[in-house]
């Protein structure tokens, strides 16, 4: 599957447009998140590129990731629904709606902005450097994957 280049201006606003027909009243088509937390659970992907808040994995951990998840996270299948995730992801606890949307908001642009050169060959936390491709299917597939769980 071809995913949109979220580097790419028009396509950033596109998901940004996708964003702001959700409501804190948005009810999920699957999965035990309700919408602020699956907006704070998309915020992780960028708090672990903007952010030194997680800590990283090493040594086997780390090789067991690149061998069994970074296909599936950079490749081009869709995730599917109800995929297991990182415990760093599990969002639990209640998140304010307009703090979290704003949050995500801000991270797109800012990625949009600094563009796919900034990224290509970027360390990524998990899975070591990425091309700007892989970055820009990382962000456009997860964020695509859970505005389609919320009807968005």
Not at 32 to 37: E, Y
Not at 122 to 150: I, M, P, R, T
């Amino acid at each position: 599957m071809v995913w949109k280049n979220l580097f790419d201006k028009v396509a950033s606003e596109e998901i940004i447009e996708r964003i702001n027909l959700l409501t804190p009243e948005t009810s999920p088509k699957w999965g035990k998140m309700n919408v602020s937390q699956m907006l704070a659970h998309c915020n992780v992907t960028y708090e672990l590129v903007y952010t030194n808040k997680y800590k990283k994995p090493k040594g086997f951990q780390k090789i067991l990731i690149k061998l069994f998840a970074k296909n599936i996270v950079v490749g081009p299948k869709p995730y599917k629904k109800n995929s297991r995730t990182s415990p760093i992801f599990i969002i639990s606890d209640e998140r304010d709606f307009e703090r979290e949307r704003d949050r995500l908001i801000a991270h797109i642009q800012k990625t949009q902005q600094l563009g796919g050169e900034y990224f290509d060959g970027k360390e990524s936390h998990a899975f070591g450097k990425l091309s700007e491709k892989e970055w820009n299917v990382l962000f456009s597939k997860h964020l695509d994957h859970h505005l389609q769980q919320f009807a968005v």
